[in-house]
């Protein structure tokens, strides 16, 4: 399986596809991150939740904020 850049989750929705009302009932890890961040979670407890490293956590969020402001995914290969 090819990945877009390294450290891409596989399971998550593929960064340039919008959210349409049937994919919004399977919401990529990053996103449900991002909103549990937005209510007042820190980092620390999200990886405990979701059993993974801070880093990744905070490379879920980075992405989803940088999606959500229209900026180009920062994890992403360069031409």
Same mark, same amino acid.
């Given at each position: 399986m090819l990945v877009a850049y390294a450290g891409k989750d /596989?399971? $998550?929705? /593929?960064?340039?596809?919008?959210?349409? $009302?049937? @994919?919004?009932?399977?919401?990529?890890r990053s996103y449900q991150a991002y909103q549990y961040f937005r209510r007042g979670l820190d980092t620390l407890e999200l990886a405990e939740k979701y059993?993974? *490293? @801070? %880093?990744?956590? =905070?490379?879920?969020?980075? *992405? @989803?904020?940088? *999606?959500? =402001?229209? =900026? %180009?995914n920062p994890e992403q290969e360069k031409p």
């Open positions: /596989p399971g $998550d929705i /593929p960064y340039s596809m919008k959210l349409t $009302d049937w @994919e919004a009932s399977r919401q990529s059993q993974v *490293k @801070e %880093p990744t956590v =905070l490379r879920w969020i980075t *992405k @989803e904020r940088s *999606k959500r =402001l229209g =900026l %180009p």
